[in-house]
């Protein structure tokens, strides 16, 4: 499986009435420059857990202009610098564990998420596109119908065992702490993890990781402490490829369990 530390994002020299290519699952994304305009085309089709990565700038590689989503750019001048940025979900994402996760007073699990991540193609540093390599199906979640944000719906679930089933080089983990120190049993159906709050980083392993999250219910069972935490990221060991999208508010911190878990 190719790692996401066989860099296929990044800044890229793109020639001049060419169409350059990348494969990433099962997206295909192409790339054409002509003075002071830039072209992209995208379609997706296949499993979009397929690990398929690589990258054509030859120009041999012509896309099907008809069966293909389009974004056309004018410029009055441009310098041509392009670069493939990376981002995490706009949304957060809601997962369910893979197994039934029930947990005591007193005691805490880790469960980990994947979530895909999105591109953002720029030019001059200027941010034309929001291209999800997979998009994921929407969903509803909340303590009811009219109470509750719209989110996506993990396309994997979250595991309390190794991170290695689910390490793919165009999707990132997750680390879930969730600590029971209340009174109660907890069960845990689903989750909702809020990723436009989280970086995106590379591990030393060459894998897309972000910040953790942990879930901290208190003796007051109606409520949970929501933290992020980027201890372990401060390390060298961690190279940042994105930051958060938004900065979480006073009011994210201290929610209700009905909009943490379901």
């Known amino acids: 499986m190719p790692k996401a530390s066989d860099q296929w994002w990044g800044s890229f020299n793109i020639p001049q009435e ?31 857990l397929d690990t398929s990565l690589q990258s054509d700038f030859s120009g041999t590689e012509l896309p099907d202009l008809e069966n293909t989503e389009q974004s056309h750019y004018v410029f009055t001048h441009t310098r041509g610098g392009f670069n493939l940025g990376l981002a995490l979900a706009d949304r957060s994402i809601v997962a369910r564990p893979d197994v039934s996760v029930s947990i005591p007073p007193g005691h ?118 929501l933290e992020f935490t980027d201890e372990e990221n401060k390390s060298t060991r961690f190279t940042q490829i994105a930051t958060p999208r938004e900065e979480p508010s006073d009011g994210l911190v201290i929610q209700t369990l009905a909009w943490l878990f379901g």
């Not at 420059?33 to 379609?43: D, G, L, M, P, V």
């Open 18 to 48: 060419k169409w350059c290519f990348w494969e990433i699952s099962l997206l295909k994304f192409y790339v054409f420059k002509a003075q002071n305009e830039w072209h992209f085309a995208w379609t997706r089709e296949g499993d979009p």
């Open 108 to 225: 805490e699990v880790i469960l980990y998420v994947s979530s895909g991540i999105w591109l953002q193609p720029n030019v001059d540093g200027l941010v034309l596109l929001e291209l999800p390599i997979y998009r994921p199906s929407d969903t509803w979640f909340g303590p009811n119908t009219r109470t509750g944000e719209l989110c996506y719906f993990s396309l994997t679930r979250a595991r309390a065992a190794s991170t290695e089933s689910l390490v793919y080089p165009h999707r990132a983990i997750t680390p879930i702490t969730i600590i029971n120190d209340g009174s109660e049993l907890l069960k845990i159906e689903r989750i909702r993890v809020p990723m436009q709050y989280l970086s995106l980083r590379l591990n030393k392993r060459g894998e897309f990781v972000t910040d953790s999250v942990i879930f901290r219910l208190g003796t007051d069972a109606d409520e949970a402490r």
